[in-house]
């Protein structure tokens, strides 16, 4: 939407060049015509970036639930992830998406992306990620995150790390969804690696449902000597309700988030194969 949006405003001004500029009626008249729309094109991008993290740096202590964040930033995903990178994304299980606010995503990880696909499947919803604490030092990336909510967790079981598990727990009290890599790495393979229980406290300690997600292939995106638009899978899975789960342990509720996230990714593979 925002690359088509750019490219009419592109369109606009080189028509409007070609009316009242004193074009040449030749081969250096048409190389002034692209280099307008060219030139267009490129300065609505970066006045579109730039507005873009304005925008963050102004309202970033602002309410993260706001829906107009989110949906700004689904915009430039949407840009930046489908279009420019080329890629299709195939999404199934959309039915059972949440009926409210009050759940938790747990999901596969595979690629760095993978918050932005998952965040453009659940776009009614203000959903926030527990995220690596490296990305909070750099700006624009950290004023962005923070401006909608996510929470920064340390790669290392230390205090640090329990605090964030707390400060989730009271996001998502709130009425704030957020999104959780069970696993605490990427794969960069469609093969999954054991949930850590921890993750788990979120939805439990906050009485909220669970929300499980697999993501296949996201690794095609960024293979070198990729020339073919790259497509990947998304399966938003059966709600996990708290009534369905309370009286049970995190390992144990780990231990069937993760046996329902294998069973879709083996049917990825299976599909993969006909």
């Known amino acids: 939407m925002l690359l088509t949006i750019i490219f009419v405003l592109s369109v606009l001004v080189t028509i409007f060049y070609c009316f009242f500029g004193l074009v040449p009626p030749n081969f250096i008249g048409g190389l002034a015509v692209f280099g307008v729309f060219i030139g267009s094109y490129v300065g609505f991008v970066i006045v579109a970036l730039l507005l873009f993290v304005l925008f963050f740096l102004i309202f970033e202590k602002k309410n993260p639930k706001c829906m107009v964040k989110h949906w700004l930033l689904n915009l430039f995903a949407n840009a930046l992830y489908n279009n420019i990178l080329r890629v299709k994304v195939v999404v199934t299980g959309l039915e059972n998406l949440p009926k409210d606010n009050n759940f938790v995503i747990f999901c596969n990880h595979i690629e760095a992306s993978d918050p932005m696909y998952i965040k453009q499947v659940y776009k009614k919803y203000p959903v926030s990620f ?17 401006g909608i909510g996510c929470i920064p967790i340390s790669p290392f079981a230390d205090r640090s790390a329990a605090k964030s598990i707390f400060d989730s727990i009271d996001v998502v009290k709130s009425g704030q969804p957020m999104g959780i890599f ?21 939805p439990m300690k906050a009485k909220a449902d669970i929300s499980p997600v697999a993501v296949f292939n996201m690794h095609e995106i960024y293979r070198k000597g990729r020339i073919l638009p790259a497509k990947v899978r998304l399966a938003v899975l059966p709600l996990l309700r708290y009534d369905d789960y309370k009286d049970m342990d995190t390992v144990t509720i780990a231990q069937k988030v993760y046996a329902i996230i294998l069973k879709q990714m083996n049917a990825f593979k299976a599909l993969e194969k006909e």
């Open 130 to 146: 527990v995220s690596k604490e490296v990305l909070f030092k750099h700006f624009p990336v950290k004023n962005i995150l923070y």
């Open 182 to 202: 069970p696993e605490g790495r990427r794969t960069y393979s469609n093969d999954i690696i054991e949930f850590k229980p921890g993750a788990f406290k979120v």
